[in-house]
């Protein structure tokens, strides 16, 4: 019995000592893998073990760019906390997944490094990164109070706009709940912009091999002043008044796609005594750009909008334009596009023929090639 309880005595201190020291352990070789990713580099604060919860906390992380020529540092990605643990609630249905929770991210994309290139490698990166922390398969992640923001430091003013009080719930990615309906995962997200709000809700088969999804997303009363130093980068005007909305349905399935996308402008004002100080030059352009926008607005309820959709496969995005022009005319001078989802895309409408009312500019412009697709002849049917 007393040798029975030395070997107990010993386990149970091995036990606590390895309990000790496995949070200083995990921590020197997680910062080590962040100190020698290629093209970036990173450090953790602090790592908290729970091993009867079956998770660990990252405390403070953050990862930069690194420039490979000039070795520059350039902020790409930093958390408050990343909470990776087992879902327990998987385990019940018989799958062992993970859970990711991250406490106030914040991902910064800069000008010149968000080529799909640069994405594509910050998308995989950061993948391989979060597989080497938490090798489980991940079925549930959240986001809670993140921060998006793009950069440019190019440009006179200075660019920086931001996506504020983000919130991002992605459920059942991998399926663990063994559900048999079309598309077993959700994923909703909410974010403030300048005075606006910005949802999403999606429906999707994450396993699927096809981008298979139905989704809507808005974004509603953005404040447009305080998008000016956009404005003044890129399109060399200053906004004193207006609201921005944007209305959006998509769906897409065995390589098929359906949606539209419906920006909003109301109450427009670019030119007014705000201007009293801009050169001549700056006058004259703001003036041309305000009469453009007046003259497409419907001015009964002073907004400027126009319907794009889309259509076709996930190799080939090729947007109406014709029919965009033709919306802003019919907005203008007809009638006024409701601010909501249309409700008129679903993953049932993808693979439906959809008869496509063509325009007066379509009919005028269209060339060949619309006379072609034109099956309201039943000569071409």
């Known amino acids: 019995m007393k040798k029975a309880t030395k070997i107990i005595l010993i386990i149970v201190t091995v036990l606590i000592v390895i309990r000790l020291i496995l949070p200083y352990v995990v921590l020197h070789f997680a910062n080590k893998k962040l100190a020698t990713m290629k093209g970036y580099y990173g450090h953790i604060d602090d790592i908290d073990i729970a091993l009867i919860r079956g998770a660990y906390k990252i405390d403070s992380i953050y990862l930069n760019k690194v420039d490979t020529v000039t070795h520059k540092q350039t902020e790409f990605f930093s958390a408050s906390l990343i909470d990776l643990s087992v879902e327990w609630k998987a385990i019940f249905h018989g799958s062992i997944v993970g859970e990711l929770v ?20 910050d998308s995989t990166s950061f993948k391989d990164l979060l597989h080497s922390f938490m090798p489980l398969k991940i079925n549930r992640f959240e986001i809670n109070d993140g921060k998006i923001k793009y950069i440019d430091n190019s440009t006179k003013p200075k660019v920086d706009i931001q996506m504020t009080n983000t919130h991002i719930l992605a459920e059942n990615l991998r399926n663990s709940y063994d559900s048999a309906v079309l598309l077993p995962a959700k994923v909703r997200a909410s974010s403030e912009i300048y005075g606006g709000e910005l949802t999403l809700n999606m429906k999707l088969n994450p396993l699927s091999d096809d981008p298979t999804f139905d989704m809507n997303t808005e974004a509603k009363n953005i404040e447009l002043v305080k998008l000016n130093e956009f404005f003044q980068a890129y399109a060399k005007v200053d906004v004193n008044k207006g609201t921005f909305g944007l209305y959006a349905e998509a769906a897409a399935k065995e390589g098929k796609f359906d949606g539209y996308v419906k920006p909003i402008i109301k109450d427009l004002d670019i030119l007014g005594k705000e201007d009293r100080k801009d050169n001549i030059f700056r006058k004259l352009w703001e003036g041309i750009v305000g009469t453009v926008a007046d003259v497409f607005s419907n001015q009964q309820k002073d907004q400027f909008a126009t319907k794009i959709p889309f259509k076709g496969e996930v190799k080939n995005l090729d947007p109406n334009i014709w029919y965009a022009i033709g919306e802003i005319i019919k907005n203008a001078f007809i009638r006024a596009l409701a601010p909501a989802i249309d409700n008129e895309i679903n993953i049932a409408s993808v693979d439906k023929p959809k008869e496509e009312k063509k325009t007066f500019l379509q009919k005028v412009f269209g060339g060949k090639d619309d006379q072609k697709n034109d099956t309201t002849d039943p000569r071409k049917k």
Do not use: G, N, T, W
């Open 102 to 121: 991250f406490e106030k991210p914040i991902l910064k994309f800069v000008k010149d490094k968000v080529e799909p290139s640069a994405l594509r490698k």
